[in-house]
């Protein structure tokens, strides 16, 4: 690579500090030096620059020396707020409550999982199943596992007697995971460590073994290289992890990227679920109680999402969108498979269907309009009752072995911190059973539903949420928050960071955006690919209702969004720089023309397409692709880009390559920051502390940005710059 340039960006900018005169300040930022290179990109003829391409390689040197340099910048700056720390004392009381999960049995114990309140991970407990759970002792405690609590627990899963246990740990925030083997009786570790697993569960046949997921180790970075030939394995107890058996995967014809094995939980079969993108898999089953039984085919195809989830004897429950958007529940024998011997069990609706069972039933939680409703029916297809829930918000679980006679699921929304019921199973009937001890009064918020038009007259759903009696005079400060992308449904869930914000005064706004999963597989699609527009249409769309209702304006309107919706945040704001005040693009895939290069990128297709696929779909991921479309002379919204440096799902280089171009061609005094977390990834198992600090710093940054000299809820003395 020839260097052509080395460029360094000096920007001025006020900010709201005093000297000990009282006088307002200058703050110089100082950005990094960021050297461009003369690599090249050719697709169809066309040569696309990809000056900061050097970025990418995270083994380097020069790559770590910038992003100390930027977190010296980037921290030099927040360091300047002067209510960072009461945000963050404020966050760390909030936090510190005791949480605990709903109780599950595995063998001769009941287990559950607590935090303290602010323990990095949360501990396993357990006690002797019919004995008081005050009697409960530590089973598994992942903050020993390193001082810093950045090893955290991925899964857990027991052998079929509940004397094993196989748990995954990830180091430092990676995919990457290493599973042990413990005997539950005397928690010991009884085998050597599988190492090199990703993107996997774990399902055990009986105490024998169990299966799992891997791809081969890239050669290279493991953070960065590619990882496109999923493979399933078989571990049986008492063998090296070099003995296991190939399952599924590997073969050069077609690249399953993500290859799942499962057991039924009667031990009888076996089920594969290939997928060549994140949407639509195959479908194979084998039958485990005939030896060298060969794998049946159900599905040869991905056109649609199907998977085994219960079976009686040979008759299976496959729940499937195959000619059925919002996905429907069908039976079929075994014996006889293929689709057109599919009989309809739980027919589809107009609402999505997302099912679980236990204790012998099956429960339909259905989404309307994002929120939960909730069926139970019987094996034989009859309805027994809609459970009658708590209020308008979100269920999970409803989850059970099928000789339980009570289960538990978990409520909550936007305003009321997440409590557990337990649920009888054969009288219909919900009782409390814990509710968080919070020192946060749900009381004083509101949440409501709107429906605003996007720019194609399509209906978007919108939920806000704010503290009641809410002044719309277009001074509040706004976070709006949206994802829009492979299927994913955003319903209303407590955040403990978001009720900080609000307390603030800040507003709330969730959009359920195209791309998502709320109305089914077509709202999917239509957010898809050459329809991807549709979805930052929908997000301009919902921040100028916003406005327009009087409840922010662009002075006081921040964007925020993770992963995919990072990407949601990249391309609306250098589409719509005049939009908002904040941009806050996390852990975003924002190099459209390199994603699929990068680990499982090329898995995301189905909802991206590839710029290699045709020139038409190069053409439309070069117009929005967030990094080839920062424009010299736009004055872009203040930005606080986030990423960890141990993201090996979407690597860190788009973030480095975004903001080295935003800080290159930014005109006006808005900062350009990027805050890179150290021994982190994308989410996942990131310690409480870490966390906290970085909830501190973006709606510090975010109020900074926005003017305020003091927080918002302090009204006797607030003062806009």
């Known amino acids: 690579m020839k260097k052509i340039l080395i460029i360094t960006v000096v920007l001025s900018i006020f900010v709201s500090c005093k000297n000990e005169n009282g006088n307002l300040k200058t703050i110089t930022v100082n950005y990094p030096e960021t050297k461009t290179v003369d690599t090249t990109n050719v697709f169809f003829g066309e040569t696309v620059a990809d000056p900061f391409r050097w970025l990418e390689n995270d083994k380097s040197e020069e790559t770590k020396a910038w992003v100390k340099a930027q977190n010296?910048?980037?921290?030099?700056?927040?360091?300047?707020?002067?209510?960072?720390?009461?945000?963050?004392?404020?966050?760390?009381?909030?936090?510190?409550?005791?949480?605990?999960?709903?109780?599950?049995?595995?063998?001769?114990?009941?287990?559950?999982?607590?935090?303290?309140?602010?323990?990095?991970?949360?501990?396993?407990?357990?006690?002797?199943?019919?004995?008081?759970?005050?009697?409960?002792?530590?089973?598994?405690?992942?903050?020993?596992?390193?001082?810093?609590?950045?090893?955290?627990?991925?899964?857990m899963s027991f052998s079929k007697n509940g004397k094993i246990l196989a748990y995954s740990i990830?180091?430092?925030?990676?995919?990457?995971?290493?599973?042990?083997?413990?005997?539950?009786?005397?928690?010991?570790?009884?085998?050597?460590?599988?190492?090199?697993?990703?993107?996997?569960?774990?399902?055990?046949?009986?105490?024998?073994?169990?299966?799992?997921?891997?791809?081969?180790?890239?050669?290279?970075?493991?953070?960065?290289?590619?990882?496109?030939?999923?493979?399933?394995y078989y571990h049986k107890l008492g063998t090296k992890q070099s003995e296991d058996k190939l399952i599924f995967g590997g073969t050069p014809q077609e690249k399953h990227r993500y290859i799942y094995g499962t057991v039924t939980e009667d031990n009888r079969y076996l089920v594969i679920t290939p997928r060549?993108?994140?949407?639509?898999?195959?479908?194979?089953?084998?039958?485990?109680?005939?030896?060298?039984?060969?794998?049946?085919?159900?599905?040869?195809?991905?056109d649609s999402d199907s998977n085994i989830i219960e079976n009686v004897g040979s008759k299976l429950f496959i729940m499937t969108n195959l000619n059925a958007p919002n996905q429907k529940i069908v039976t079929v024998d075994a014996a006889n498979p293929n689709p057109k011997y599919w009989v309809d069990f739980i027919p589809e609706t107009k609402n999505v269907l997302s099912p679980a069972k236990g204790g012998g039933y099956f429960f339909a939680s259905y989404m309307v309009d994002a929120v939960s409703?909730?069926?139970?029916?019987?094996?034989?297809?009859?309805?027994?009752?809609?459970i009658k829930?708590?209020?308008?918000?979100?269920?999970?679980?409803?989850?059970?072995?099928?000789?339980?006679?009570?289960?538990?699921?978990?409520?909550?929304?936007?305003?009321?911190?997440?409590?557990?019921?337990?649920?009888?199973?054969?009288?219909?009937?919900?009782?409390?059973?814990?509710?968080?001890?919070?020192?946060?009064?749900?009381?004083?918020?509101?949440?409501?539903?709107?429906?605003?038009?996007?720019?194609?007259g399509t209906k978007v759903p919108l939920i806000i949420t704010h503290k009641k009696g809410l002044e719309l005079d277009g001074k509040n400060p706004t976070i709006l928050y949206g994802y829009g992308g492979f299927n994913v449904s955003l319903t209303p869930s407590f955040s403990i960071a978001n009720a900080v914000w609000m307390e603030q005064g800040g507003v709330y706004a969730v959009a359920n955006l195209r791309g998502g999963g709320e109305y089914g597989k077509a709202w999917h699609n239509a957010g898809t690919k050459m329809q991807k527009q549709n979805v930052f249409d929908d997000f301009i769309a919902a921040a100028e209702f916003l406005i327009s209702k009087n409840y922010t304006t662009s002075n006081y309107l921040a964007i925020r969004g993770g992963s995919n919706g990072g990407l949601l945040v990249g391309a609306t704001l250098?589409?719509?720089?005049?939009?908002?005040?904040?941009a806050l693009p996390a852990v975003g895939v924002l190099d459209m023309l390199r994603y699929h290069t990068f680990t499982a990128g090329a898995g995301w297709a189905y909802d991206y397409g590839t710029a290699e696929e045709s020139k038409d779909m190069f053409n439309y991921l070069k117009g929005y692709s967030p990094v080839h479309n920062v424009q010299k002379g736009v004055k872009y919204p203040?930005?606080?880009?986030?990423?960890?440096?141990?993201?090996?799902?979407?690597?860190p280089a788009h973030s480095f390559k975004f903001a080295a171009e935003l800080q290159r061609k930014q005109t006006g005094n808005n900062p350009t920051l990027i805050r890179i977390e150290t021994d982190a990834g994308h989410g996942a198992g990131t310690p409480v502390s870490k966390t906290i600090a970085q909830y501190a710093d973006i709606f510090g940054f975010t109020l900074y940005t926005m003017g305020y000299k003091v927080l918002p809820n302090k009204t006797q003395n607030q003062v806009k710059r």
Do not use: C
């Open 170 to 232: 990830s180091e430092g925030g990676s995919d990457w995971r290493k599973i042990l083997i413990m005997n539950t009786e005397t928690n010991e570790i009884i085998e050597d460590t599988l190492v090199d697993v990703k993107f996997s569960s774990t399902s055990w046949y009986k105490n024998e073994g169990f299966y799992y997921s891997s791809y081969d180790k890239p050669k290279g970075s493991e953070l960065s290289a590619k990882t496109d030939q999923h493979k399933v």
């Open 638 to 651: 203040a930005t606080l880009v986030t990423t960890g440096d141990h993201d090996d799902r979407v690597v």
């Open 373 to 386: 409703k909730v069926l139970q029916y019987d094996y034989n297809g009859k309805l027994i009752r809609e």
């Open 389 to 456: 829930l708590p209020g308008i918000g979100s269920v999970a679980g409803f989850g059970a072995k099928k000789e339980e006679t009570e289960l538990y699921y978990a409520f909550t929304n936007y305003v009321t911190p997440s409590s557990i019921y337990k649920y009888n199973i054969e009288k219909g009937v919900s009782e409390l059973y814990r509710k968080p001890e919070i020192d946060f009064n749900s009381s004083n918020f509101e949440s409501k539903q709107v429906f605003y038009t996007s720019k194609d």
């Open 276 to 302: 060549v993108s994140t949407s639509g898999n195959k479908l194979y089953i084998k039958d485990l109680s005939v030896p060298n039984a060969p794998l049946v085919e159900i599905l040869g195809n991905t």
């Open 72 to 155: 010296k910048t980037t921290f030099a700056y927040l360091d300047h707020i002067p209510y960072r720390n009461e945000l963050k004392e404020r966050l760390t009381k909030l936090w510190n409550y005791e949480k605990i999960s709903a109780p599950y049995k595995e063998g001769n114990y009941t287990y559950f999982s607590k935090n303290d309140g602010l323990q990095n991970q949360s501990v396993i407990y357990r006690h002797k199943t019919g004995t008081d759970a005050k009697t409960a002792e530590v089973f598994l405690n992942p903050n020993t596992f390193s001082e810093d609590g950045t090893v955290s627990l991925g899964g």
């Open 574 to 582: 250098t589409q719509r720089p005049d939009l908002m005040k904040v």
